[in-house]
């Protein structure tokens, strides 16, 4: 009996509990001076930033595809001096132009993450009650962390001035009658500036935050219980040069025959967009336009975004 025991005994493993150094990495630190120039400034609404590497190799296998998420999957999130998280994954899907994994932060009430790559391009948003968070690439695979100071932007303008009275009101097109789908789905066109795209720094970056604003605004109607998502239909740069307000280039977004971004209403017809979204670098300190509906463009929505923003507040 004794041998039979020593021979069950030997069998037995004990297995430790995984501790954080067994929870692999997504970022690594990265000196300052890898970062343009240009990266280094931090705006009014920065309030801490350091610079990164990203892992893509947990996200991604080698040919570039996002790897399949059969359980959920830890990962640290080394953020800022002092600010470290373990983020479980928990649901990835595709985006408009890549892909999305979608978590919290372990430990965290009311946290979340989004983590979008497209072309290898890798941009985050990550919030909990201490903070949130983006990551975002300045070139050459640095990629910068920022905590974002919600206080630094404008809710709300004290006298929003919108005038169509110099606008003729779009032609009716029948022919997308036909085309016309339910409510639980609003087809989005996104345009953009040089201005805003320049600040992102490649066109696989502002791709990346376009589909990373459009999981957000989904997430968030998941979240709330509101069964219509959003479908990006269509992206294109326009010709425009930014005013400095929201409102003005608003205006100028619906105006049909005042000479700016006409083409955009032609544009958005060929593409059946429900919504037409604006992409401008410098929003005056705006968070963000509604999706506001002018008087003589019953058909559409548009709305007009700053090309950084803090994300949805995720509802308690």
């Not at 005994?9 to 929870?23: F, G, K, M, N, R």
């Not at 690594?28 to 610079?51: E, G, L, M, T, Y």
């Not at 990550?126 to 050459?140: H, R």
């Not at 929003?283 to 994300?311: A, K, M, N, T, V």
Request: charged share 20%; proline share 7%; aromatic share 8%.
């Amino acid at each position: 009996m004794l041998g039979i025991f020593l021979a069950l005994a030997s069998l037995i493993v004990i297995v430790a509990p995984a501790s954080a150094q067994d929870v692999p990495a997504l970022f690594s630190s990265a000196p300052a001076d890898a970062a343009p120039s240009s990266a280094r400034a931090n705006p009014a609404f920065v309030s801490r930033a350091a610079f990164v590497r990203v892992n893509l190799g947990l996200l991604l296998d080698s040919a570039g595809k996002a790897r399949p998420l059969n359980r959920p999957l830890q990962v640290s999130l080394d953020l800022l001096p002092g600010v470290s998280y373990t983020g479980v994954i928990n649901k990835t899907e595709k985006s408009f132009f890549g892909d999305t994994w979608i978590g919290a932060l372990k430990g965290k009430p009311n946290s979340y993450f989004y983590l979008e790559v497209v072309d290898r391009v890798f941009i985050a948003h990550i919030a909990s009650p201490d903070g949130i968070f983006e990551v975002s690439s300045v070139g050459g695979g640095i990629y910068k962390v920022v905590q974002i100071d919600q206080s630094k932007f404008v809710d709300d303008y004290p006298n929003p001035r919108y005038d169509l009275a110099d606008s003729a009101p779009p032609a009716a097109d029948a022919s997308l009658d036909s085309t016309a789908d339910s409510a639980n789905r609003i087809d989005v066109m996104v345009v953009y500036t040089q201005a805003a795209l320049t600040a992102e720094g490649s066109l696989a970056a502002l791709k990346a935050r376009i589909a990373l604003a459009m999981t957000e605004t989904n997430q968030g109607y998941d979240n709330a219980g509101v069964t219509t998502n959003l479908r990006l239909v269509h992206i294109e740069k326009v010709t425009y040069t930014e005013s400095g307000n929201i409102f003005t280039d608003l205006n100028r977004l619906q105006g049909t025959t005042d000479g700016f971004m006409d083409n955009v209403h032609a544009l958005r017809n060929k593409f059946a967009a429900d919504m037409v979204a604006l992409v401008v670098e410098n929003g005056g300190g705006q968070r963000s336009l509604p999706g506001h509906r002018p008087p003589r463009l019953p058909d559409r929505l548009l709305l007009l975004r700053p090309r950084i923003r803090p994300p949805p507040r995720r509802p308690a």
